[in-house]
């Protein structure tokens, strides 16, 4: 048992310590602010506090930890070990020169999203916005970088102390936000698209269309059976993410009393699990996020329990405050649209700490590093090039121990048009995640 003494308690300070000690390491600990209970105890243990005392191993604490409520921190960041640390502490007793618990709580519970910014032409935070992203480490994750820091410190210490960690995972998760290019988009919608075709003389598309419509064709973002096969050969355990919403502008699937789509969700479920991918319009309206997530849950006969934001559309903590009330209980939308790396500068899942509320919730956030659209249509990243981009990422996360987590589109792997390749890059990552 490792015994923690610091000066105060609080909600964050029970988070931080949860994350980082018992679900990154694998260790039971225990808080306390009495000091002569900490001085007596002989076994494993160190002072988070303001003040150093004895020869006891002492990370000098910043004061966002002992805060509450939301306020601009003035963040301050230095190099170390290859990277940035910032909450910078400047007491020479302690064992680190900043506090990674606040760093790494200011980190995980988006603490800088609360804050003011410029938001995106979708109302996201973006990338550009965070610090990570101006800070050049955005392609680290610090929290677990800084958590295997902190168990040498105390093995060094404590050399008999075993922290048994994590093992690593590879997860990789598909969005459908257009089940077909062409096929059950209903006579409305294909009409137009046929108008439009001829509008544009664009007679490529209205024959693909055509032979695609008459069964000459297989549909291009019908890649279901690649799909399989690549999950069957490697032994994937893919999750998919429906859109399953009424029309709308951001928001373009297959109708969704469409029998033939209910048919594809429910043989997509036969082998791998299936969550909900909130529509673009369902972000402000609770109502709409309702409805949806129970036509799903209808069309499965099962609890919807895992969801993924459409165009990653993020608003903290409105966003997450709707899937909790929805029960909800795993999100996966933790990630920048327009950068790879990590947006809460972690690789493991984590439960979500509402700032407002100055409470820990029961919704786990699991964060995805790599998404093929920030490649290819955000960082123009061509097939042929996009393995060098991702394969340093797979391999922090592997250098950590941690869960590397994709996000690929069916359309992408049709092999056709702008993802010419893309399968190609998709098994090849594979096969380096494994």
């Known amino acids: 048992m490792l015994l923690i003494y610091t000066h105060k308690i609080t909600n964050r300070i029970n988070y931080i310590f949860k994350l980082i000690f018992k679900e990154l390491l694998g260790v039971d600990f225990t808080l306390t602010s009495n000091i002569d209970d900490f001085r007596a105890y002989s076994g494993i243990k160190f002072n988070y506090s303001k003040q150093a005392f004895d020869t006891e191993l002492f990370f000098a604490a910043d004061n966002l930890l002992f805060e509450r409520g939301i306020k601009g921190q003035d963040l301050s960041f230095i190099d170390f070990d290859g990277s940035k640390a910032f909450f910078t502490t400047y007491n020479k007793k302690s064992v680190l020169p900043f506090d990674p618990f606040a760093a790494?709580?200011?980190?995980?519970?988006?603490?800088?999203?609360?804050?003011?910014?410029?938001?995106?032409?979708?109302?996201?935070?973006?990338?550009?916005?965070?610090?990570?992203?101006?800070?050049?480490?955005?392609?680290?994750?610090?929290?677990n970088i800084w958590t295997?820091?902190?168990?040498?410190?105390?093995?060094?210490?404590?050399?008999?102390?075993?922290?048994?960690?994590?093992?690593?995972?590879?997860?990789?998760?598909?969005?459908?936000?257009?089940?077909?290019?062409?096929?059950?988009?209903?006579?409305?919608?294909?009409?137009?698209?046929?108008?439009?075709?001829?509008?544009?003389?664009?007679?490529?598309?209205?024959?693909?269309?055509?032979?695609?419509?008459?069964?000459?064709?297989?549909?291009?973002?019908?890649?279901?059976?690649?799909?399989?096969?690549?999950?069957?050969?490697?032994?994937?355990?893919?999750?998919?993410?429906?859109?399953?919403?009424?029309?709308?502008?951001?928001?373009?699937?297959?109708?969704?009393?469409?029998?033939?789509?209910?048919?594809?969700?429910?043989?997509?479920?036969?082998?791998?699990?299936?969550?909900?991918?909130?529509?673009?319009?369902?972000?402000?309206?609770?109502?709409?996020?309702?409805?949806?997530?129970?036509?799903?849950?209808?069309?499965?006969?099962?609890?919807?329990?895992?969801?993924?934001?459409?165009?990653?559309?993020?608003?903290?903590?409105?966003?997450?405050?709707?899937?909790?009330?929805?029960d909800i209980t795993d999100d996966y939308t933790m990630g920048f649209a327009a950068a790879i790396g990590f947006r809460a500068g972690i690789c493991n899942s984590f439960m979500f700490y509402n700032i407002d509320l100055d409470t820990e919730t029961n919704l786990r956030v699991h964060p995805f590093a790599i998404m093929e659209g920030t490649l290819r249509d955000y960082m123009n990243v061509s097939a042929s090039e996009a393995l060098s981009y991702i394969k340093p990422i797979i391999e922090e996360v592997k250098a950590v121990n941690g869960t590397f987590i994709t996000l690929w589109h069916n359309e992408s792997l049709s092999n056709s048009k702008r993802w010419v390749g893309w399968d190609k890059v998709y098994e090849e990552m594979v096969k380096l995640a494994l």
Not at 108 to 137: H, T
Not at 151 to 162: G, L, R, T
């Open 148 to 326: 295997l820091k902190i168990a040498d410190i105390i093995k060094e210490k404590y050399p008999s102390f075993n922290f048994p960690g994590k093992k690593y995972k590879f997860i990789p998760t598909i969005d459908i936000d257009a089940a077909y290019a062409y096929r059950l988009k209903g006579f409305i919608r294909t009409a137009g698209a046929y108008f439009n075709s001829l509008f544009k003389f664009d007679l490529d598309v209205l024959i693909e269309r055509t032979r695609v419509l008459i069964g000459l064709t297989k549909d291009p973002f019908d890649t279901y059976e690649f799909q399989l096969n690549i999950q069957k050969q490697y032994d994937l355990k893919p999750i998919y993410f429906i859109l399953f919403a009424d029309y709308g502008l951001n928001d373009k699937n297959i109708p969704v009393y469409n029998s033939k789509f209910q048919t594809l969700i429910k043989s997509l479920a036969d082998y791998a699990q299936v969550g909900i991918h909130p529509s673009f319009g369902s972000n402000t309206n609770l109502k709409k996020l309702k409805t949806e997530v129970e036509r799903l849950s209808k069309v499965l006969n099962k609890e919807i329990t895992k969801s993924r934001q459409h165009f990653l559309k993020l608003d903290l903590p409105v966003t997450y405050r709707n899937l909790i009330n929805l």
């Open 104 to 143: 790494s709580f200011y980190l995980v519970s988006r603490y800088e999203e609360y804050l003011p910014y410029m938001k995106d032409k979708y109302g996201r935070f973006s990338a550009k916005e965070s610090i990570a992203f101006k800070q050049d480490f955005l392609q680290k994750p610090l929290v």
